[in-house]
């Protein structure tokens, strides 16, 4: 992914809520789950890592990014923003993007 267009993402993210949290357990399969439909149906997801002070938030969404296929926006304390485009949604031009709607 481009700086470009990681920019691009980054402004779309900021009024996002986080829609998948990550708790006490750390990545269960649940999470990882959870996380993928997120991916399939939104394409641009906030994730509120849990306060697992051993793990750094950066670590953690990397090995998101790697069990989900996706690519890591950003990471701002301890929230990560990902990104995985789905080829199956119609994209219109003129169109709202899946995480507005």
Same mark, same amino acid.
């Given at each position: 992914m481009k700086g470009k267009d990681r920019a691009v993402l980054r402004a779309e993210a900021h009024h996002l809520t986080p829609? %998948?949290? %990550?708790?006490?357990?750390?990545?269960? @399969?649940?999470v990882v789950t959870a996380l993928d439909d997120a991916l399939r149906? #939104?394409?641009l997801v906030k994730v509120k890592l849990g306060n697992k002070d051993d793990v750094k938030p950066k670590d953690v969404a990397n090995s998101l990014a790697l069990a989900t296929n996706s690519?890591? %926006?950003? %990471?701002?304390?301890r929230t990560a923003t990902l990104f995985r485009e789905n080829?199956?949604?119609?994209?219109? #031009?003129?169109?709202? @993007? @899946?995480? #507005?709607?």
């Open positions: 829609t %998948v949290h %990550v708790g006490q357990q750390g990545l269960t @399969p649940a149906t #939104r394409e690519a890591v %926006v950003q %990471v701002i304390g080829p199956e949604i119609e994209k219109k #031009r003129g169109e709202l @993007p @899946p995480w #507005r709607k």
